[in-house]
């Protein structure tokens, strides 16, 4: 069974960046796709961004460029926040998919192992 656990959440001050990381464990991950999503309180859980299993990046319509997206040859993956807004507060979740199709990539049914999730919380 995989495992993806979060770290690298925190309080960071508007403007400023932050890195988090997931890391798979409990069995062959390499050919697995990554996402990371975020859910702010009273909303939907939103995709941030994915990477598939050969390193090619996915990020929603309306991603500004402010983050960005990465994985190791393990499956570790990691989202380099930048220029960091109050509207990023939200829990972030790491996600692992057997399938590395894009629009499958884009919707949380697409994932098959999930982390338990670390808060963002961005001070204006």
């Known amino acids: 069974q995989v495992q993806l656990v979060e770290s690298g959440g925190g309080l960071v001050q508007a403007g400023g960046s932050l890195r988090l990381s997931c890391t798979a464990s409990?069995?062959?991950?390499?050919?697995?796709?990554m996402g990371w999503f975020r859910q702010a309180p009273g909303k939907e859980r939103a995709f941030v961004g994915a990477?598939?299993?050969?390193?090619?990046t996915y990020y929603p319509d309306s991603h500004e460029g402010r983050f960005t997206i990465s994985r190791d040859f393990t499956s570790n993956s990691y989202l380099h926040m930048t220029s960091l807004k109050p509207e990023d507060t939200a829990v972030y979740f790491c996600a692992a998919s057997r399938n590395d199709g894009v629009l499958v990539l884009r919707l949380p049914s697409g994932y098959n192992y999930w982390g338990q999730g670390t808060q963002v919380t961005v001070s204006s």
């Open positions: 990477v598939s299993s050969s390193g090619r």
């Open positions: 409990g069995g062959t991950t390499g050919h697995l796709a």
